[in-house]
Structure formats: structure tokens, C-alpha cells
């Protein structure tokens, strides 16, 4: 079993500090304060993932401390923190539908977008920006075929629980073939995956450069930089996570036999990612147009 990990606790003081950063930013705190606890808060959150994901790596690769039961509870824990994520963004849409069709906007905004601010056209960067996720969400399941083919071939070391009539030597070098052909797919098509996540956030920070309008104007403005904003910060996490899991292939951390469920994890975040920006993409833009 693994030790008790403090990873968690500072996990979250660090978001709770960032959070409380933008909240005294968006009403006027001093920014010398703002400054200093949202930089603190941002290292001590980059601070928290380099320490957990070594800690995570170290344990169910080189310990052996992940059985069958902590990895049937870090799924479980990836699944709850996906579906915090869902109602954290159903938060946000709530907000986003109430300003543009709910009470607020009927009786001060009277139509939507407000008049005099100039939506941005939908069906050119961020359709390409849709294009791009959508894109990376196909390689990056490429990358979970090929993992999943090339977890069940041996690379290069005989597997002890195969006698060697059952398996003849030329077979067996085929197989290695095999597993070393697909591991190669794999970190191309993660590599290509990280590549697309990073493009996407050139593009989207090019987008707020040239946006005609700025979170301070009106409800739209508030709510298309807020649920834009939150989504460019959970790609970027995505593409870290999914970095990591490019190193730790290359590494031979996805081997034969040994569970692989760090990917899994990565793969789901990076779905649900795509799902969310689906939903941004037809209700921020298409519709707010």
C-alpha cells in the first residue's frame, strides 16, 4: 500500500490561494498582494504536481506499491475528480446562459451579445481551435491502441511464465518487434498530441489578444474570459499530464504486464477537455454570435 501523501492538501491550498487571487484581482485588491499570493499560490501548485507525479511514478514503478487495489481506488479518485470538474463547468454555464437568456439579461442587457460589444466570429480561429482538440483527441487515442498492443508484448526480456516450447525463439523475437513497433506509435502519437495542446494555447492567447472587448465589459465579457480562461488552465494541466506520460513511454514505464493506468487517467482528462471545449465552442461562440 502507498504511504500517506500531503500531496492533496497543498494541491488544493495552492488552487484556493489562486482562486482567491482572482477574485481580489476582479474587485480591486491591492495588486502587490494579488501579486505576491497568486505567484506564491502558482508555485506552490507547480511545486505540488512535480512532487506527486514523482511520488506516483516511484511507487507503481519501482516499489511495486500499486496493487489491484489502490489502482481500482485511483480510478475511482480520477473519476470523482472528473465529475467535480463537470459540475464545476455546469457552474459556469449556468452563469453563462442566466446573463444571456435568464432574468439579468430581460430587464438590463436586452439583447445578447450587449450592445456595443463585437462577439469574436466563431468559424475561424475557434473553429480551428476545435479542429485542433478534436484532432489531438484522435491521436492521443492512437497513442492508447498502440499502448494497449504493446503492453502485451515483451520488450527484450523473457517472460518467466512462458516455457520456451510453448513459445518458439522466433515468435518470440517477432513479438518484440511487435511491442517496440507500437511503443514508437505511441510516443509519436502522444508527442503529436502534446504538440496540438500547446498550439491550441498559442492560438486561444492570440485570440485574447485581438478580442475587441475585456472581462470588464459587461456580463459577456465576464463570462467568455472566466469559461475560456478555466479551460486554457485545464489544457495546459492536460498537457502536462499527458508530457509526463510521453517521458515515462519513452522510459519503458508502460511495459509488458505492468498496468499502465497513469495513461488512462491522462487520456480521461484529456476527453473530458475536448467534451467541455465542444460546449464552450456552441454556446460561447456559435450561439453568443
Known amino acids: 500500500?502507498?504511504?500517506?501523501?500531503?500531496?492533496?492538501?497543498?494541491?488544493?491550498?495552492?488552487?484556493?490561494?489562486?482562486?482567491?487571487?482572482?477574485?481580489?484581482?476582479?474587485?480591486?485588491?491591492?495588486?502587490?498582494?494579488?501579486?505576491?499570493?497568486?505567484?506564491?499560490?502558482?508555485?506552490?501548485?507547480v511545486f505540488t504536481m512535480v512532487r506527486w507525479w514523482s511520488d506516483v511514478v516511484?511507487?507503481?514503478?519501482?516499489?511495486?506499491?500499486?496493487?489491484?487495489?489502490?489502482?481500482?481506488n485511483l480510478r475511482v479518485g480520477m473519476v470523482l475528480f472528473i465529475l467535480s470538474e463537470v459540475f464545476f463547468f455546469v457552474s459556469f454555464f449556468w452563469a453563462f446562459f442566466h446573463v444571456s437568456i435568464g432574468e439579468i439579461s430581460m430587464r438590463t442587457v436586452g439583447q445578447w451579445p450587449p450592445l456595443g460589444v463585437k462577439a469574436i466570429y466563431p468559424w475561424k480561429v475557434p473553429a480551428l481551435n476545435t479542429a485542433i482538440l478534436l484532432g489531438s483527441g484522435m491521436t492521443v487515442t492512437w497513442a492508447h491502441k498502440a499502448v494497449s498492443v504493446h503492453n502485451k508484448c515483451p520488450a527484450g526480456v523473457l517472460n518467466p511464465n512462458v516455457s520456451s516450447s510453448a513459445v518458439k525463439y522466433e515468435e518470440y523475437n517477432m513479438l518484440v518487434e511487435k511491442g517496440a513497433c507500437y511503443q514508437k506509435q505511441a510516443i509519436a502519437s502522444m508527442a503529436l498530441t502534446v504538440g496540438l495542446g500547446a498550439f491550441f494555447m498559442c492560438i486561444q492567447y492570440e485570440e485574447y489578444y485581438m478580442a475587441s472587448f475585456t472581462m470588464a465589459d459587461s456580463a459577456f465579457g465576464s463570462t467568455f474570459f472566466i469559461m475560456t480562461g478555466f479551460?486554457?488552465?485545464?489544457?495546459?494541466?492536460g498537457t502536462v499530464f499527458l508530457f509526463i506520460c510521453t517521458l515515462r513511454l519513452a522510459y519503458r514505464h508502460f511495459s509488458f504486464n505492468h498496468h499502465y493506468f497513469g495513461l488512462d487517467a491522462a487520456i480521461w482528462y484529456w476527453h473530458f477537455v475536448d467534451v467541455v471545449w465542444i460546449g464552450l465552442f456552441f454556446a460561447v461562440y456559435v450561439w453568443g454570435y
Open 58 to 72: 516511484v511507487e507503481s514503478t519501482y516499489l511495486g506499491c500499486h496493487t489491484s487495489l489502490v489502482v481500482r
Open 1 to 45: 500500500m502507498v504511504d500517506i501523501s500531503p500531496w492533496p492538501f497543498s494541491g488544493a491550498l495552492s488552487v484556493m490561494g489562486l482562486t482567491t487571487s482572482l477574485v481580489g484581482y476582479m474587485h480591486r485588491a491591492p495588486l502587490m498582494w494579488v501579486y505576491f499570493f497568486g505567484l506564491l499560490s502558482l508555485f506552490l501548485l
Open 231 to 237: 479551460h486554457g488552465m485545464h489544457v495546459f494541466v
